[in-house]
């Protein structure tokens, strides 16, 4: 389990198989495993000609997609957990009716922009499950999140592969940045909704 988080051993070992596989769990079952920071690796590692980019786009589209779909139908089983203390408390018809209403107002702009956030990528799919947001709806933006994603980020990779061939070398240190660029909007938006709250 653990060589899922080390993402030059999860290439070099497991290849195009480690690359669906965390990318599909990433996307809507497992919070906890490399996003960003997998995808912009794997265009570092195309651009050196170690990965296919047209294969790896494809591969990480389809996993998510269906990665979050299979999160989405988490979501929708969840409700029949609420005989357990746990999933009681969390499940409150009260809770399930505001994401129900979440949904329905920002359901289609959530869907697609919580692919580039970290965590609330997992979640977002499970929430609409939990929320009964239209199926094919759902479908049609993550199917647009899921292309937009795939391809936006690992060209970013693939591009600054090409330009600094060397950045390789220095593996940890962009994994880091990329880890920390992606978490921004986390706390960006926590920020605005202190100050919100303070007002």
Do not use: C
């Not at 769990?25 to 495993?33: N, T, W």
């Not at 912009?40 to 990965?51: I, K, P, Y």
């Not at 921004?184 to 926590?190: D, G, N, Q, R």
Request: no cysteine; hydrophobic share 55%.
């Amino acid at each position: 389990m653990l060589e899922l988080f080390n993402i030059n051993y999860l290439l070099e070992t497991y290849g195009y198989v480690g690359i669906f596989t965390v990318v599909f769990l990433e996307s809507g079952i497992f919070f906890a495993l490399p996003g960003d920071s997998l995808l912009f690796t794997v265009g570092l590692f195309a651009a050196s000609g170690f990965l296919d980019i047209y294969v790896v786009i494809a591969l990480i589209f389809i996993s998510t997609f269906f990665g979050a779909v299979v999160g989405y139908e988490i979501g929708v089983y969840l409700p029949n957990l609420r005989k357990y203390s746990f999933f009681r408390l969390v499940l409150k018809e009260k809770n399930i009716e505001q994401a129900r209403v979440f949904f329905e107002k920002y359901g289609r702009v959530a869907i697609v922009l919580s692919r580039f956030v970290p965590i609330v990528r997992t979640f977002t799919p499970i929430g609409a499950g939990v929320a009964r947001m239209n199926y094919l709806l759902f479908l049609k933006y993550s199917f647009f999140g899921s292309l937009l994603w795939s391809t936006t980020v690992t060209l970013v990779g693939y591009f600054f592969g090409h330009v600094f061939p060397g950045i390789k070398d220095y593996m940890h240190v962009v994994v880091i940045v990329v880890v920390l660029l992606s978490i921004v909007p986390i706390f960006v938006e926590l920020i605005k909704n202190k100050k919100a709250k303070n007002k």
